[in-house]
């Protein structure tokens, strides 16, 4: 059974930086796209970052040039460094990954989450 699992939260003051990961298990035949999403309080979820197999990545215009993601495909692991935090970066961070199990279909996992809190 695939799982993911996201740390790397916590509490940072602003103009801090934090690294969450995202680390897949199971038996995954293929990874294809790996995201990162955060939900504040009273707010829909969002989407933060993506990055697909071939490298390619996406940011919200909220986070690009402070926020990178990258990949580790030997260790089915996402990075989403976070630099320059602000207050209204606090948030639970889910990472979601859309993959194919083997012998599986391709669909969406979710991880259980991850609290970052911006706060002085």
């Known amino acids: 059974q695939v799982q993911l699992v996201e740390s790397g939260g916590g509490l940072v003051q602003p103009g801090g930086s934090l690294r969450l990961s995202c680390a897949a298990s199971?038996?995954?035949?293929?990874?294809?796209?790996t995201a990162w999403y955060r939900q504040a309080p009273g707010k829909q979820r969002e989407l933060v970052a993506a990055?697909?197999?071939?490298?390619?990545?996406e940011y919200a215009d909220s986070v690009t040039a402070r926020f990178t993601i990258s990949r580790d495909n030997a260790k089915n692991t996402v990075y989403l460094q976070m630099n320059s935090l602000k207050p209204e970066d606090t948030a639970v961070y889910y990472c979601?990954?859309?993959?194919?199990?083997?012998?599986?279909?391709?669909?969406?996992?979710w991880g259980q989450g991850t609290q970052v809190t911006v706060s002085s």
């Open positions: 979601k990954a859309d993959l194919r199990e083997v012998g599986g279909t391709r669909r969406n996992y």
């Open positions: 199971g038996h995954i035949f293929s990874i294809y796209v």
């Open positions: 990055i697909n197999s071939g490298g390619t990545t």
